[in-house]
């Protein structure tokens, strides 16, 4: 495997390329501590896994090559860091040993582990998933089972580099290789939730459509009512910007009181469609701003135009009109 990886390290373009295997999960708990233990997911990678990964480092140091020979460490996600030390990050678990099993060894065979860093929360598979506490061993201490992933991080072409990976071959143990984009990878996750949001949005510009619709008719309906009362006002002297204004007034605060009714009913709701959400919280300010303050404009839009039919009123034909 560390061949391969020197290989694709080599391929131009290349900035770093890293190997990770998921190992599984176990119940992780601080030396000496009384605390519930944290299930934890576990992942065997390489040092350069992670600015292939783009994983940053926050606390500590990185895995280094020597790791795999020297005393037993392992590093920690943000995630795990925080239920680890509470008060992080001005506490943190770095320096602090966990107990663990020795590779190869009977269950009862355990040895402590050093916590050498602190590194940024990864995402592997679904973005909208909660990140679940992670722990990062140096991948030589231990064998490579199935699932390996290569991650390859390169200022050129995607497509490009694609097709240099498979001229290099395969790793040793490696029964299949299949390189993707990270682009094409994300894409493939992001499907399903792609899908329902497209119906989403269709049928929320339907509701907007027919609501533009429903305010033109309300309004111009108002209109139609008040024709005699805009003849005299005409009459008596209005400009045609006091009747737009008048006009506009009525049907905005019709739209108003909807918009804060429908504020409040969204507060509610949201709660319901929370888990449809990724990176916005279910009562996101700026939201509710902006749908907000979208709604107004087009219901302006839809009362722009009976406004200005009014403002054109002849006060002779309106006044007789019964």
Do not use: C
Request: charge should be positive.
């Amino acid at each position: 495997m560390n061949d391969f990886l020197a290989r694709l390290q080599s391929l131009p373009g290349v900035k770093a390329a890293g190997g990770s295997n998921g190992g599984g999960s176990m119940l992780l708990q601080l030396e000496g501590s009384t605390a519930q233990p944290i299930k934890t997911d576990i992942f065997n990678v390489t040092p350069r896994y992670f600015p292939a990964a783009g994983i940053r480092l926050l606390k500590g140091r990185l895995l280094a090559d020597n790791d795999t020979t020297g005393p037993a460490v392992l590093l920690v996600n943000e995630t795990l860091a925080r239920r680890l030390t509470p008060g992080y990050p001005a506490r943190t678990p770095v320096g602090m040993r966990v107990p663990m099993g020795r590779p190869g060894g009977g269950r009862d065979e355990r040895i402590p582990v050093t916590i050498a860093g602190v590194v940024t929360d990864f995402r592997g598979a679904r973005l909208d998933a909660p990140v679940e506490p992670q722990i990062f061993l140096p991948a030589g201490r231990s064998p490579w089972r199935f699932g390996v992933e290569i991650m390859v991080r390169a200022n050129s072409d995607p497509e490009v580099l694609v097709g240099a990976i498979r001229t290099v071959g395969r790793p040793d143990g490696i029964a299949l290789l299949q390189p993707q984009t990270l682009a094409d990878r994300l894409d493939a996750s992001i499907a399903p939730r792609r899908f329902e949001m497209t119906l989403l949005i269709v049928f929320a510009g339907l509701a907007v459509l027919l609501a533009l619709v429903g305010i033109y008719g309300v309004v111009a309906y108002m209109v139609t009512q008040r024709t005699r009362e805009i003849g005299v006002r005409v009459a008596l002297g209005a400009q045609s910007g006091d009747v737009i204004r008048m006009v506009l007034s009525g049907g905005l605060k019709l739209v108003s009181g909807g918009v804060l009714l429908g504020i409040a009913a969204s507060l509610g709701l949201t709660r319901v469609m929370e888990s449809f959400l990724y990176g916005v919280k279910a009562t996101d300010a700026a939201t509710f701003a902006a749908a907000s303050i979208l709604l107004v404009g087009i219901a302006a839009l839809a009362t722009w135009i009976p406004a200005r039919r009014a403002a054109g009123v002849d006060p002779l034909v309106a006044l007789r009109e019964e």
